[in-house]
């Protein structure tokens, strides 16, 4: 019931929550506890979390398969100190992936396109702007 602790239940998904412009700082704010309070929220909550206990195993088990079945040329843009997925993971879908790249960026989480929105352009091949 502590819209201050609903807030802080992001940080782990950032290198540095409070290094976010506070334009986004007030932005996750308010959007957190929009959605922490949200009946349709906490259903689709839910839905998702049966759906991982049930349904993702056995898609996890063909995963691999998938990945390596791949040929369009893929780029993973990571974030070095993401705590969701790790570093790991990314290096093991690329070892997969014949056609994947990866690209880690320092001192970045979980949220790269937010937390480094500039340099995630820049491995894509796009410039601010396009």
């Not at 992001?10 to 506070?22: H, K, V």
Request: hydrophobic share 40%.
């Amino acid at each position: 019931a502590d819209p201050q602790a609903a807030y802080e239940s992001l940080r782990p998904f950032y290198a540095d929550l409070d290094a976010l412009p506070e334009a986004d700082r007030k932005f996750l704010y308010q959007r957190v506890n929009e959605r922490v309070w949200s009946d349709d929220q906490r259903r689709a909550f839910l839905s998702i979390l049966r759906q991982l206990v049930w349904v993702q195993p056995g898609q996890q088990r063909k995963l691999e398969a998938r990945l390596a079945a791949l040929t369009v040329p893929t780029r993973a843009v990571w974030g070095e100190r993401d705590a969701v997925n790790d570093i790991e993971s990314g290096r093991a879908m690329i070892a997969i992936q014949k056609n994947a790249t990866l690209t880690v960026l320092p001192g970045v989480g979980h949220n790269v396109q937010q937390e480094a929105p500039g340099e995630v352009l820049k491995v894509v091949g796009l410039k601010v702007g396009d």
